[in-house]
């Protein structure tokens, strides 16, 4: 059964008479190709051949990448931002290809802890660099729309690999000047 159809399923045992609500199962289905677009894609293609010689050691960190994805438990939205940040050996990469690499695996059913790592593991993969940090803070309207139905709170998940893990003084220096 397509989406559409599941919609229309769901949509007859809420408001079995609503004849204005017809369109709103291809709508719905649209945005479905939207929200889960990430299915589509892989890390390797995203980032394709924006890899560049590094001109520098020093850790390159993209701050505040906003995103939206969806909670598996409850298909609610998660709203937040991410702190992509890596210490770079022989290469860089294009800083919107970082944006995507988040987007990637936003746009899927997801746990907040695991996007983190999977954001962290991609930047891993296709960049080898000497380590990885991800930090990510967002609310989860699954959180704010029902069960405890408190807004603006806000859950903090961190991954952190190779130098950042090994150099506390470098995962410091991380949280400090690219998380605040
Ligand atoms: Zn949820």
Request: hydrophobic fraction near 40%; charged fraction near 20%; charge should be positive.
């Amino acid at each position: 059964m397509t989406i559409e159809k599941n919609i229309q399923e769901i949509l007859k045992t809420l408001e079995p008479e609503a004849t204005r609500l017809h369109k709103t199962p291809h709508r719905v289905a649209e945005s479905y190709k939207e929200l889960f677009c990430g299915y589509t894609q892989s890390p390797e293609q995203v980032v394709g051949d924006a890899l560049y010689e590094a001109p520098t050691s020093e850790i390159i960190a993209l701050r505040n990448i906003p995103f939206t994805s969806t909670c598996e438990h409850h298909m609610l939205p998660i709203i937040g931002h991410a702190h992509v940040g890596y210490f770079p050996d022989k290469q860089i990469v294009g800083i919107s290809k970082l944006v995507r690499l988040v987007e990637c695996f936003a746009r899927r059913l997801q746990l907040q802890e695991r996007l983190t790592l999977e954001i962290a593991q991609a930047v891993h993969n296709v960049l080898a660099p000497k380590g990885v940090a991800v930090v990510i803070s967002a609310e989860h309207l699954c959180i704010a729309q029902r069960g405890p139905k408190k807004s603006g709170v806000q859950l903090v998940t961190r991954h952190f690999s190779g130098v950042f893990c090994s150099d506390r003084a470098l995962r410091e220096e991380f949280l400090r000047t690219c998380c605040l």
